[in-house]
Structures are given as C-alpha cells and as structure tokens.
C-alpha cells in the first residue's frame, strides 16, 4: 500500500478535464456504483463526508473522506481536507491513500470546466465569478484550459479579495465588479458558502450558462429560486442534488419541483440531453461525485512520488 | 497524521472487551452518530463497506473500510482486510489511519463477549463454535477474558480445522463433536459464511445465548428460522440487522417479523433490557457496528509504533 501526499507536481488541467469528463460519460451510461454520498455532523461545528464508489469499466473503486470547517481558518488549517483511499477492484485491498485535499478543490473546477464546454452558449467567453476563494481559482483554471476566456469578472463579499484573485488573472482581462455586473457574463460560476441567494434572477440574460458550485450540503444556497424556475438545470447526481445541491433549499420549501431537474451532467457528456435552445438559461448544480475523487486521484498518482506501507 | 500498521502488540482482550463495552453503552444511551455502512459490490467477486461514526463523549470520529472477497485466500490474501481512518473531532482532519484488518476480527470477537456476559444464563459456562476460522479464534479469546469457559465444544464443516482449532484450545477441554453436540451448551457462537440455516431449533437447548456472528450481508444466514422465532434477538444495529444481520433473509422472506426484536446490545449493557427468564433462548444477531472499529483502533495505535505522513 502507498501513501502519496500529492503536494506539488499537480496533473494539467486539459488532462484533469479529460479524466473528470470520462467518468461522467460513465455515470450518464449508468456504468458506475455510487450510494450518495453520507455527512457526519461534528459537535461544535463542521462535518465529515464519505463518499463511496467504483467504476468497473476504468477498474476504479474506492472512498474519500473529507471534512468541511469554516473554523479552520482561524487554526491556520485548509477549510476542507480529505483523503481518497483507492482499493483494489479484483482483491478489495487497499492500494492506495492520498491526499485530496488539493485534488478536491481541482475535481470540483474541472465539472465547471466540463459543464461549461457542453452547456455555454458560445465557445469564446466572458466569464462571470462569485466569490473568491481556492474553489474560485481552480474554476478559473479548468475552465481556461476548456473554453476560450475573452474577460473574467469578478465578485466578492470582500472587494480586497475580488482584485486580488483579479489581480492573479490579468491575461484574461480580470476585473473587480458589481455583483449585477459579474452576472452579465456567457458563463458565471458561484462558488461561496452562502445559505441565502446571492444572484437575483433579473440579473442574468437569456442564453447564459451558470455553475452553481457552492452548495454542497442542507440549506445552502446561493441562486435565487426564481431563476431555478426559469432555467434548465443538470446536476451531477439527481439524489445527491436534491439532498444538498443547489436545488435543495428550494426543493424543502416547495419552490422548486425536483421532476423538473432537466438532466445529468453525464447524460449531457453522452449527448442524451443538451440546452434546448440558444436562449435557454442553464444551470449545472454541482455537489460532488465520489467518481470525480477516483478520476483525479489515479490521476496524480502517476507521476507523484510516494510512501511504501507496510499492509496488511 | 500518522500511520500505523498494528502487526504485533495487539491489546489484551479485557482492555478490548472494556472498551467495546463502552463504545455499546454510548449507543445504547443514543449518544452516537452513525449512518448504516454501504455496501459496494466488486464486479467480479466481494464487495467493500464503507463505515463513518462519531461518538461525541469519547471525542473519536472516522471511517473504516473494509473488504469481503473469499476468493482470496486462494491468492494467499486475507479474505477481510481493513483501514481506519480517525479523523481529529475539533478540526475535521485525518489524524491516524490504523490497519484494521486483525483489529477487525478482534472487536467483532469482543462484542461476542460482551453480549455472552450480560446475556449468558451463567458466569460458567460450556462454549459451542460453529466454524473453525479467524473470527471464531477471536471470539473465543475475548470470551474466556469475560466468563469463564469450562469446556469448549468444536464444529466445522470441515473436522481437520475444528480438530486444529481444538488443539490450541486443550486448556479449555476443547474438541471437536458432532454440530448436534456443539449446540448442547450455554453460549453457542457461529462465525461461518453460510448463506443457509446450519443450526435448527431443536438442538438448542432452553437458556441458550447465542452469538450469530457470520450474517453480515444480504443474503447471509446460519440459524434455522424457527429459532429466530422463539428466541429473544438483540441486535448491535436496529437498521444494519435488518438489512445485512441474521435476521435479514427470515424478514426478506417473511418469517421474522422485525417489530420482534427485543432490543440492542447497547440497551442491554445500560440495563434497559435484558433476556425475560432463565429460561429463554437468546440471540445476539451481530453485524459489526462502525463504532466498535474507532473504539478498538484508538486502543490499539497507545501502544502501537507509527510512521509520520505528511498530511495536508
């Protein structure tokens, strides 16, 4: 059994996106055994997640763990640390743990990044972001290496933060905006913890492609219903979703009727569903597949130096 | 965060049977949180389980992953291996991650004792084994470190392992019988794979306490129905023996009734609920609880030598 810490020396983002856009092939095939994924809440704040599954096509089976504390912070520790641990698919041995902590933030960009390419209006983009933080960043990169990227507009509770991430991306012509300015974009990407709606439905026009990153457990949210209303929305994982996607908020005060979900992500990849028309809004609302986690980790083993352990 | 390969040293079993015990009492008291473990079927043979938990008195949280592949031993594997990750309960991350696979065998073994201590008709006991393997090995040691056992009577499918078995347990008057004469005793354990009934009603005796231990997937079985009908079951997990314990194929097939069981391991050991007379035949219908695993790997990295991972 190896160890592999994985602290530099991360995969390209074109290879990442490829990796992560095969496995959703697999799920919209129905080619893949995932049980949603299970949140333990700890006492004084936060969670652990478990998240379970195996590719039989690939051979990829395994878990990964992963907390979530907004404490962290204030500790000098990452908001969200997790460990994938892949297993053998003929033997169900152990063969490998590895930090995902890194892999996490890049999975969740490249389902952007995928979502973008099949569901954006146009190829050549203005890209809309809000919030700006690590996830923020990864977003920008996965979907710099799928899309052209003509403008970056950026949005953040604390504007010190917008230009600095700004700042970090002054080839694609980033800037420091107004909320209702960063939402007049081709694709916008959300991407905070935020339990209200942050994006009013007025301000997003027809044709425009959002990813609804951020909620990814029970009672967050950041779109205004309305706009779920009015759009077409994928998801990653209907039960997942429904559970602590976008859509569940909505979904628990009957603002939103989940039969109304428009299709998966993988559905999308295979070409079963597509946007219906040029005008349409879209949205992907993403919580996090297990199957991206095994993706991005056999992934960065590759070429990624690691521990022998003794096991069993 | 550490690793620790737990190869020797393991504890001793009144430490294990104390501390299983405790871990039991907390979720007798419902002080626990833990989802029911997810089974995912490998495609070929086996399968790997997926258990988080957090017990928020003893502060321990984590995950275990374990397999199930019988083939193999033919590959010169153990047919269970297992991993435990901790994970730190104030900031979410991964602080150790144990192999878990003896570790396994052992706390399974433990629970077998505790249940025979509160549960057995007396402190003297004869002990009956169904099955010759590993797991029968652990239960009889952590049970003479509970009760003391007068006479040990040995069944396997196979005589060359029940006469093995028997000869490492000469203190104990051990020998391998015929099953009939294995299920003339006091606490009566069975730890097969079987998928039918091995033990019928008619050989057990009143007073029996019986530990059914083998059952731990859909499918799985090792007492005649008929016995579970007239007996009093207690379960380790209300949700899990439904589901995967012995009692599962009888309510799959509609000859036992789940409204039935008498209670929990855990209500048995805080003493709201116990067997109803000398007389009674009881069962502990044993499937292996998340919280047993944190509460045994804590125990065994006190004294255990590890290897510093660099993590995040």
Chains 1, 2 share one sequence.
Not at 70 to 76: L, S, T, V
Not at 153 to 161: F, G, I, N
Not at 200 to 209: L, N, Q, S, V, Y
Not at 242 to 251: D, F, Y
């Amino acid at each position: 059994m190896m160890y592999y810490p994985v602290h530099s020396g991360y995969p390209p983002y074109p290879e990442v996106n490829r990796a992560i856009e095969a496995v959703f092939a697999e799920h919209g095939r129905g080619d893949c055994r995932m049980p949603p994924k299970i949140y333990v809440a700890l006492v004084r704040s936060g969670d652990f997640r478990t998240m379970p599954a195996y590719l039989p096509k690939p051979g990829l089976a395994g878990v990964k763990i992963v907390n979530v504390n907004p404490h962290n912070r204030a500790r000098g520790l990452p908001t969200v640390m997790a460990l994938t641990v892949l297993i053998d698919v003929e033997t169900g041995a152990p063969e490998a743990i590895i930090n995902a902590t890194e892999l996490t933030a890049m999975r969740t960009g490249a389902a952007g990044a995928v979502a973008a390419k099949y569901l954006a209006p146009r190829q050549a983009i203005t890209l809309g972001v809000i919030g700006a933080g690590r996830q923020t960043e990864a977003l920008i990169d996965a979907t710099v290496a799928a899309l052209t990227v003509e403008e970056i507009r950026v949005w953040s509770r604390t504007a010190k933060s917008a230009e600095a991430l700004a700042s970090r991306y002054a080839d694609y012509s980033a800037r420091s905006v107004s909320i209702e300015h960063a939402c007049d974009c081709d694709v916008l990407t959300t991407a905070t913890p935020s339990t209200t709606p942050l994006v009013m439905a007025e301000w997003i026009h027809e044709g425009t492609h959002i990813n609804a990153i951020g909620a990814d457990a029970p009672g967050k949210q950041e779109l205004d219903p309305v706009l779920l209303q009015k759009a077409e929305v994928f998801v990653d994982d209907r039960s997942q979703a429904i559970h602590s996607g976008e859509i569940n908020v909505p979904i628990s005060t009957g603002r939103y009727n989940p039969d109304r979900i428009a299709g998966t992500l993988g559905e999308v990849v295979i070409g079963k569903k597509k946007r219906s028309s040029p005008d349409a809004i879209t949205i992907f609302d993403s919580t996090g597949l297990a199957i991206q986690d095994l993706a991005i980790a056999a992934l960065a083993i590759q070429n990624s130096e690691g521990y022998e352990l003794p096991f069993p």
